[in-house]
């Protein structure tokens, strides 16, 4: 869901801000203009989006769509403060629109919008999370509209060419990163160094364009506050008039602070939690007894969890290996595996709720079937059991150190696991 939702706004916010002050700042602009200009915009999003995937196209539809966004957001920024609407900010905006759509369509692309062909939870949150974002697009274009009225043009003008010109520095990098890959432009390690570290600042672009409209709303907000006609403020029917005003200005102050805060919480939940991969949970230190045996009490790991532990090998190589219960704990059935397999190597296995999946390939295993070799199952690790206790030996250990590329320091300390 949450995908979805800061997807809508990482593509779509500066086209919203945009939008909204170009109104602001043309004395007459029909909103079916700015209305026609965003529609077809995402339609040609879509289609350049869908062609990029074809066989046969001689060069993908992301490098031309950048630098054509690019130039779009170059001409909006030269033309803030040009009166009118004209056909070329009726372009721009639409050219906006469709890299908006791309980028949207790019970042959703590994998520499944729903499992199956019925109406299911994924299907109506992730439905509500594209709908909510639209939403917020729109109160966010309304809002921006609004700040840009109300603020002194000067300042407006500024503010739209600042987010246009964020925005193209971001495009001119993914158009620039295209020509390089196409081979269109010679690699250097000049070009390449300047292509990766722009490109991890790209998507703090957000962030910007919503800090700069804050900052426009509380403009305009001090400005309507502090403007009152000294005439009407000498009657009491133009003190109420004027306090009207102050209040409604207000509101929309708090509409503005309100909408971009909770932009900027779910923005900053996804890039900074949501959208991490996962981790593998600590593992446990353990080292042999003077039998050269790990055991490990089968009560302490039957609760149907993963229980990971390491084992650091005589030539200095980490062995993880892990316990699961792969029924119920009144049915224990111990599987007892190396934290790898023979496909994707030592990536290692994340449990999440009741499943358990490799962390390099996503596969999911079957909870009974793990401890059987084949596939991306983890590699069995051969045990025994004595007294309630599972037993390994050390030299199955050391045997398993091949499956492993991490190495630390060997140990020769000797004591049991608790």
């Given at each position: 869901?949450?995908v979805?939702?800061?997807?809508?706004?990482?593509g779509?916010?500066?086209v919203?801000?945009?939008?909204?002050?170009?109104?602001a700042?043309?004395d007459?602009a029909?909103?079916?203009?700015?209305?026609w200009?965003?529609?077809?915009?995402?339609?040609?999003?879509?289609g350049?989006?869908?062609?990029a995937?074809?066989?046969?196209?001689?060069?993908?539809?992301?490098v031309?769509?950048?630098?054509?966004?690019?130039?779009a957001?170059?001409?909006?920024?030269?033309?803030?403060?040009?009166?009118?609407?004209?056909v070329?900010?009726?372009?721009?905006?639409?050219?906006?629109a469709?890299?908006?759509?791309?980028?949207?369509l790019?970042?959703?692309?590994?998520?499944?919008?729903?499992?199956?062909?019925?109406?299911?939870?994924?299907?109506?949150?992730?439905?509500?999370?594209?709908?909510?974002g639209?939403?917020?697009?729109?109160?966010?274009?309304?809002?921006?509209g609004?700040?840009?009225?109300?603020?002194?043009?000067?300042?407006v003008?500024?503010?739209?060419?600042?987010?246009l010109l964020?925005?193209?520095?971001?495009?001119?990098?993914?158009?620039?990163?295209?020509?390089?890959?196409s081979?269109?432009?010679?690699?250097?390690s000049?070009?390449v160094?300047?292509?990766?570290?722009?490109?991890?600042l790209?998507?703090?672009?957000?962030?910007?364009d919503l800090a700069?409209?804050?900052?426009?709303?509380?403009?305009?907000?001090r400005?309507?506050w502090?403007?009152?006609?000294?005439?009407a403020?000498?009657s009491?029917p133009?003190r109420?008039?004027?306090?009207a005003?102050?209040?409604?200005?207000?509101r929309?102050?708090?509409g503005?602070v309100?909408?971009?805060?909770?932009?900027?919480a779910a923005?900053?939940?996804?890039?900074l939690?949501?959208?991490?991969?996962?981790?593998?949970?600590?593992a446990?230190?353990?080292?042999?007894?003077?039998?050269?045996?790990?055991?490990?009490?089968?009560?302490?790991?039957k609760?149907?969890?993963?229980?990971?532990?390491?084992?650091?090998?005589?030539?200095?190589?980490?062995?993880?290996?892990?316990?699961?219960?792969?029924?119920d704990?009144?049915?224990t059935?111990?599987?007892?595996v190396?934290?790898?397999?023979?496909i994707?190597?030592?990536?290692?296995?994340?449990q999440?709720?009741?499943?358990?999946?490799?962390?390099a390939?996503?596969v999911?295993l079957?909870?009974p079937?793990?401890?059987?070799p084949?596939?991306c199952?983890?590699i069995?690790?051969?045990h025994?059991?004595?007294?309630?206790?599972?037993?390994i030996?050390?030299?199955?250990?050391?045997?398993?150190?091949?499956?492993?590329?991490?190495?630390?320091?060997?140990?020769?300390?000797?004591?049991?696991?608790?």
């Amino acid at each position: 869901m949450i995908v979805y939702l800061t997807g809508v706004a990482h593509g779509f916010v500066a086209v919203a801000v945009a939008a909204g002050l170009l109104a602001a700042l043309t004395d007459r602009a029909p909103l079916r203009v700015g209305v026609w200009a965003v529609t077809v915009g995402l339609a040609l999003g879509w289609g350049l989006h869908r062609m990029a995937g074809l066989p046969g196209l001689p060069l993908d539809a992301g490098v031309p769509t950048q630098g054509t966004a690019t130039l779009a957001a170059l001409l909006l920024a030269c033309s803030a403060s040009v009166r009118g609407w004209g056909v070329l900010r009726a372009v721009a905006l639409a050219v906006l629109a469709a890299r908006g759509m791309i980028d949207l369509l790019d970042r959703v692309a590994d998520t499944a919008f729903t499992a199956t062909s019925v109406i299911n939870t994924d299907l109506v949150l992730n439905s509500g999370a594209l709908a909510a974002g639209s939403a917020a697009m729109l109160a966010l274009a309304a809002l921006a509209g609004h700040a840009g009225r109300a603020a002194p043009r000067l300042a407006v003008a500024t503010v739209l060419a600042a987010v246009l010109l964020v925005q193209a520095s971001g495009w001119g990098v993914g158009a620039m990163l295209g020509l390089l890959q196409s081979g269109a432009l010679e690699v250097s390690s000049g070009r390449v160094s300047f292509v990766a570290r722009a490109s991890e600042l790209a998507p703090l672009a957000v962030y910007a364009d919503l800090a700069l409209l804050a900052l426009l709303g509380a403009l305009g907000f001090r400005r309507r506050w502090s403007d009152a006609d000294p005439e009407a403020a000498a009657s009491r029917p133009g003190r109420r008039l004027i306090l009207a005003e102050r209040l409604s200005e207000r509101r929309w102050l708090r509409g503005t602070v309100a909408m971009v805060g909770v932009l900027l919480a779910a923005l900053l939940y996804h890039d900074l939690y949501a959208s991490r991969p996962p981790s593998l949970s600590p593992a446990q230190a353990v080292t042999p007894n003077a039998a050269a045996e790990i055991r490990i009490a089968v009560d302490a790991v039957k609760d149907g969890r993963l229980h990971r532990y390491a084992y650091v090998a005589a030539d200095g190589h980490r062995v993880r290996f892990f316990l699961i219960n792969r029924y119920d704990p009144g049915h224990t059935h111990m599987a007892v595996v190396f934290d790898a397999c023979t496909i994707c190597g030592d990536a290692g296995y994340i449990q999440q709720g009741d499943e358990v999946y490799c962390s390099a390939c996503n596969v999911r295993l079957f909870l009974p079937s793990i401890g059987k070799p084949g596939g991306c199952s983890p590699i069995p690790l051969p045990h025994a059991e004595d007294g309630g206790d599972i037993v390994i030996a050390t030299a199955d250990l050391e045997q398993g150190a091949k499956y492993f590329s991490e190495v630390v320091a060997p140990t020769t300390a000797s004591a049991s696991p608790p």
